[in-house]
């Protein structure tokens, strides 16, 4: 079964839930950016919850469809149609063999999940079916889907229609979103008055922000605390001796925009970083639009760790309402 | 009188470069299928383009931030 490429979109990719494994030696997690929503697809559609989907950023694509198969848009509220027809997101429906799948302008949100009976049946490498675009790996020919594209889909009888995620259980970042990080390693570096405007400032999403990173500004600008720059790091204040950049690790060039990496980071480099975002505040990121605003919130080791259980205890009670 | 729909959230420029002239002014006639602007979003640039032939009015400022769905001019 396919699913033919009309019109792609701005940058559509393959996304499963990642590659762990291989940062090491640079290659990074890759998958859905908003984890959650990219399960809910594929529970909806009634697959396992790490099946390949297709993740759609800003603009959804134009997609003809081969055989029958069930469908479920989750994440940003891109409106769905087929042949024309409006239908729900966060709700599976049918799409029958020869309609179309479009989408409406984005309403809320950044990144929508498509998921499809059967799943994306692209080659697994490195353990996943993710799109790495900056290293051409993974996914569609290593890229985003472009015009006619032929999707290979895998054979999966599919839910029924009309199965829907309550609302109470679709997490959408707020505005301001806040975001929960806790101080890194290198937090020393900024003065404590640094440290303080750090959180209280309100930052805009800058317009690059992508899958690698996602930058803000707007905030005032950071004040390192003086010293002679170490052996090996750049003589920038921010610069530090090469270390490994974890996933969602904040890093402040220059001290004046920071960068949070996403799950097509780089792996390390030496920028200093003042802390990393919570695992479970990262979905918000993937749907925070150019231009939106948000505050970063400093949590403890223990609040972030319970973070993570509330997040999972979410999912939990999204898989027991289906 | 028609409203030119932003397909994507980002910032609108009117201009392709910052020293060039402007692709349309207002009153200018365009026809469909003109690029009467672009939207940068994650480092790369989308053309808008007129989706109906007149005279095109601007809703939006060069350097402005839009988001999808939001009105950038009207032609007619």
Known sequence: MA??????????TVQDLGRPGYYNIGIPLSGGMDRLALKAANLLVGNKEGTAVLEAVFMGP?????????????????????????????????????????????????????????????????????????????????????????????????????????????????????LRMLPGLYWHRITASAGKHFFEDT???????????YRFRGGR?????????????????????DACYPYGSIQVPGGTE?????????SGGGYFMVGTVVSADMDLIGQLQPHTTARFVEVTMAQALKARKDQAKLYEKLKASL | ??????????????????????????????????????IEVMKSFTE??????????????????????????EIG
């Open chain 1, 221 to 241: 600008p950071l004040e390192f605390v003086p010293r002679e720059q170490p052996f090996g790091a750049g003589s920038d204040p921010s610069n530090i001796v």
């Open chain 1, 62 to 178: 134009e997609l003809k469809f081969a055989e029958d198969a069930t469908v479920a848009v989750t994440g940003a509220e891109l409106p769905p149609r087929v042949d024309g027809e409006p239908r729900e997101t966060w709700t599976s429906f049918k799409v029958k063999k020869g309609q179309t799948l479009s989408f409406d302008f984005l309403k809320k949100g950044a990144r929508a999940y498509i998921a499809i009976s059967g799943g994306i049946d692209v080659p697994v490498v490195l353990g996943s079916r993710s799109t790495y675009t900056l290293g051409a790996l993974g996914g569609f020919k290593g890229r985003k889907l472009e015009a006619g594209d032929k999707l290979p889909v895998g054979k999966g009888r599919g839910a029924k229609e009309g199965r829907t995620i309550p609302e109470k259980l679709r997490r959408a970042p707020g505005a301001p979103a806040e």
């Open chain 1, 258 to 266: 920071p960068i949070v990496l996403h799950r097509d980071a780089v």
């Open chain 2, 48 to 73: 808008v383009r007129a989706d109906a032939a007149g005279k095109i009015k601007f809703l939006v400022d060069n350097e402005e931030p839009v988001m999808a769905g939001q009105a950038l001019a």
């Open chain 1, 3 to 12: 699913v033919n490429v009309i019109k792609p979109g701005l940058s559509t």
């Open chain 1, 203 to 213: 930052w805009k999403v800058a317009p690059e922000a992508d899958r690698i990173g």
């Open chain 2, 1 to 38: 009188m028609a409203q030119l729909l932003s397909p994507l959230p980002g910032t609108f420029y009117r201009k392709p470069a910052p020293d060039k002239p402007s692709y349309k002014n207002d009153g200018d006639k365009v026809a469909k299928g003109d690029v009467i602007g672009l």
